[in-house]
């Protein structure tokens, strides 16, 4: 997360305009669920996993900050962290979002990283456009528009899911983009044509296909999806994994359905390209598929981002699988409730609305069951429970799901349910619950920060920096010093009138000190230049050398203070009483130190000059502060 030296050529000028027409709360509202707290809002953090929101948003500093993993900086570095790009590919991101044409855009140079992903999305637009085309004007493209009429596909969807059908030649597409002036490399890159093996040039690698575009977040294409339209095989063939696309990170119909679940705080997961279709064709726009294969990790923090629970509506054997279960697991891992909807006689939900209609697809979802019953019932369902061996192992199939549950007081309950149900002593049913919790812990989703050490669930860890912890000191003194640095940021000119009050060392760590001198340097700046007053937060922030000191002045810069200067005042004088004592006990501990040694020495005379001088500290210390407590 750099920012220093990763500006690449652009220029700062149009850097501060990008960041000026991105407001940072409505970026970031594009990606997760933000409530307004006071002047802040507040979020689930996207970069780790928690329950209570440590994810701070501020709209007046344009900064973000998580109080749990550390994760912190401005616009550029929010989708830096959270699409995974360099600074330019962020850069053009926000630029595109916010209408801003960047110089040398189309110009031709050396290809860098974020060069090669933007051509690759141009051929994949290029690419959709053709496919779209051949299916709606072309004679081949008949055969496969009869298919998709034949699955109640209708105009509509034809434009909002852009679907479309690749030719059966060899080469249709390969020709059709070159023409338009797209290299072969990056259409290569791009995996929609193969380099031929015993001869030169290249082949396409979807034909006689019909053709699902996939669409990132942004809408942007990444991939696509081909469906054969006879029996051959593979059956579907996606894109390969390219610079822009990863099936594993990618959700099909997200595009489309973003808006709704992050309205309804509810997503529905279906498992196939039409099942996604269909469903939003029946008014459920909030369902999505992942691409032919079980959940995975990533899938499952893209949808924690937007949504509280997710319903799963499978057909019964997929849902059984064992790989479509661990997916499960993860979404509820990543903080989800899941629900689970079985679709009877080993329908689809695409079959179940055609077959049944829309209400009963629509009650088939309310109907949806906790995942833990679900799993459950799978757990016993071919057991004969009328033996009492039979009782015996489901007992212990279903103590091994209980077992399971996060929450205590549920696991309770459903040892209680199925104690019951599967006539079995309670006590037993328990303590077997109890052996397999410690043994087999329910599957977690690692944080991927490297702030490992500070991830918690409970969101009251604060990233501090590394040597308060060593030399602990107290945290009143911490959050006096962060709040300074707060002020000085409003009015770096306090900083002189604590020096002036405390002496040179006002601050106790040397992140402090730093973050300070940047405030410093930055005042002293921008004072140059002619603006006085308070100093832009980000700009201090681009002065700091690595994450750490970063993360730790995010963390000072966006909490709240009084807007009042007569408020500020009486803080900064309770922030300086606190730094005073403190500084006060620091010396009055140094003396004890070289009094022991000077006792040891047998200087009789330095030692009783010493004292007094240490005796006379210390009832200043009592007269000003008055507190008993001995050490805060
Ligand atoms: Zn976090």
Not at 104 to 116: K, L, M, Q
């Amino acid at each position: 997360m750099k920012v220093i030296g990763m500006r690449g050529q652009l220029r700062d000028d149009i850097l501060r305009e990008i960041r000026s027409r991105n407001d940072i709360v409505e970026v970031i509202s594009e990606y997760v669920l933000l409530k307004q707290t006071g002047k802040n809002y507040k979020a689930l953090c996207p970069f780790h996993t928690e329950r209570t929101p440590s994810f701070v948003v501020s709209p007046e500093r344009q900064l973000f900050h998580c109080f749990g993993c550390g994760a912190s900086g401005d616009v550029f570095a929010f989708i830096m962290k959270l699409e995974n790009m360099s600074f330019p590919e962020a850069a053009r991101l926000l630029a595109e979002r916010a209408g801003i044409d960047l110089p040398g855009d189309g110009a031709s140079g050396p290809r860098r990283e974020g060069d090669i992903k933007a051509l690759i999305l141009e051929a994949n637009e290029a690419a959709a456009d053709y496919f779209n085309w051949a299916l709606l004007q072309t004679r081949q493209g008949a055969t496969a528009l009869d298919y998709l009429r034949g699955r109640g596909i209708d105009e509509d969807d034809i434009v909002r899911f852009k679907l479309g059908y690749a030719p059966p030649g060899w080469d249709s597409l390969y020709k059709a983009l070159t023409r338009k002036g797209l290299s072969p490399e990056i259409l290569e890159a791009a995996g929609l044509i193969i380099k031929r093996k015993e001869s030169r040039g290249f082949y396409d690698r979807f034909r006689n296909r019909v053709m699902f575009t996939i669409f990132d977040l942004h809408g942007r294409v990444v991939g696509f999806g081909g469906r054969v339209l006879d029996d051959s095989q593979p059956k579907y063939l996606n894109s390969p994994e390219t610079a822009v696309f990863s099936k594993g990170s990618s959700l099909y119909g997200i595009s489309v359905a973003r808006d709704e679940i992050r309205a309804s705080g509810r997503a529905v997961i279906v498992e196939g390209y039409t099942d996604v279709i269909a469903a939003h064709r029946a008014g459920v726009r909030t369902a999505v598929a992942s691409l032919g294969t079980a959940l995975t990790q990533n899938q499952a923090r893209l949808l924690a981002r937007y949504a509280k629970e997710v319903v799963l509506a499978y057909d019964a054997d997929f849902a059984g699988e064992a790989a479509t279960i661990r997916g499960m697991d993860l979404l509820s891992a990543a903080g989800l409730q899941v629900k689970v909807a079985v679709f009877p006689g080993g329908k689809d939900p695409d079959e179940v609305i055609r077959s049944e209609g829309r209400d009963a697809f629509v009650s088939m979802l309310d109907g949806a069951r906790p995942l833990v019953e679900y799993k459950l019932d799978l757990a016993l369902k071919d057991i004969d429970l009328s033996t009492l061996q039979g009782r015996v192992a489901a007992a212990a199939r279903a103590a091994a799901v209980v077992a399971g549950i996060q929450n205590a007081v549920e696991r309770l309950e459903y040892s209680r349910v199925m104690a019951a149900r599967l006539n079995v002593p309670e006590e037993a049913f328990i303590e077997e619950v109890r052996k397999l919790g410690r043994t087999g812990p329910a599957p977690r989703v690692p944080s991927k920060d490297k702030f490992g050490q500070n991830r918690n669930t409970t969101g009251n860890t604060h990233v501090e920096g590394v040597s308060h912890l060593r030399q602990g000191v107290p945290a009143k003194v911490i959050k006096a010093e962060r709040g300074l640095l707060r002020l000085m940021l409003e009015e770096p000119d306090v900083y002189i009138a604590v020096r002036r009050e405390l002496g040179e060392v006002v601050f106790s760590c040397d992140e402090h000190r730093t973050i300070a001198a940047a405030i410093m340097d930055e005042a002293r700046n921008s004072e140059r230049g002619g603006v006085t007053g308070s100093v832009d937060a980000a700009s201090v922030i681009s002065r700091l050398a690595d994450d750490t000191l970063r993360a730790v002045a995010t963390g000072a810069f966006i909490e709240d203070i009084p807007v009042s200067p007569e408020g500020r005042k009486e803080i900064l004088s309770d922030y300086i009483k606190v730094l005073k004592e403190h500084l006060m006990r620091e010396r009055i501990r140094r003396m004890e130190g070289e009094l022991k040694a000077l006792e040891a020495s047998g200087d009789t005379a330095k030692f009783q000059e010493l004292l007094v001088e240490w005796q006379e500290l210390r009832s200043k210390l009592d007269r000003e502060f008055a507190s008993f407590g001995g050490f805060m």
